[in-house]
């Protein structure tokens, strides 16, 4: 019989972390899941291994005392439309707070960690955000997990536009260029919000060590 794991989620209020929450409180094999955020999620009936803090995200201190006996972490903390703030703002949440959490985590050990990330994240980018982000792994990879499992969407794709009008073409036309993305290119297909954070609550329970990079074809071999 399978050992229950216990998880500590680090943004868990966003487009993509809100599904995996949700994906999370059906497993039965969880003997606790404690959510960290600026908010708390939303749910109708929680289950009785749910545990809900609002913290500081930039502040450490403020929620490292909380994971203890925790085995996996999951990240899917980020700014959804990082042309909307400051560069500085944008490192700040996106790579500062997520890798603070991973280093607390590992401090306190936990075993697998499990980053929302993007495809095309490279620290030798000169695309500043993918470089950040890229620049994120290499350090999360020095932290030494047992596992590490970096998830690389290409466009994310949401029920309902919420950032104007650039993304609503985008969801109108990204989902018809999946012919043109074959092969080497499938990684590039836009993948739904929900088939994402299905995939990111299902692969915590695979069996797996050392550091696993997934994309598009990953996301869709997880969702039974």
Known sequence: MQNKLSVVFFGATGAVGSVAFHHLLTK???????????????????????DQQVIDIHTPSSYSN?????????????VGEPSKISKQDFIKIDKTAVLNFAKVCKEKGVKQFHL????????????????A?????DELVKLNFDRLCIYQPSMILTPKNRYGITQA?????WPKLDPVFQNG????????????????????????????????????????
């Open 116 to 131: 929302l990330a993007s495809v095309g994240t490279n620290s030798s980018s000169y695309n500043y955000y993918l470089r």
């Open 28 to 50: 039965n094999n969880l003997s606790k899941l404690l959510t960290l955020g600026r908010r708390s999620v939303e749910s109708s009936q929680p289950p009785s291994f749910l």
């Open 169 to 173: 073409i985008t969801l109108k036309v």
């Open 66 to 78: 909380l994971i203890t006996d925790f085995d996996t972490a999951i990240c899917t903390l980020g």
């Open 133 to 137: 982000k890229g620049e994120l792994i």
């Open 185 to 224: 290119l499938r990684k590039y297909r836009g993948i739904t919000v929900e088939k994402l954070g299905k995939s990111i609550a299902n692969n915590i329970s695979e069996e797996g060590t050392g550091i696993e990079y997934l994309l598009y074809d990953d996301f869709l071999r997880l969702q039974d």
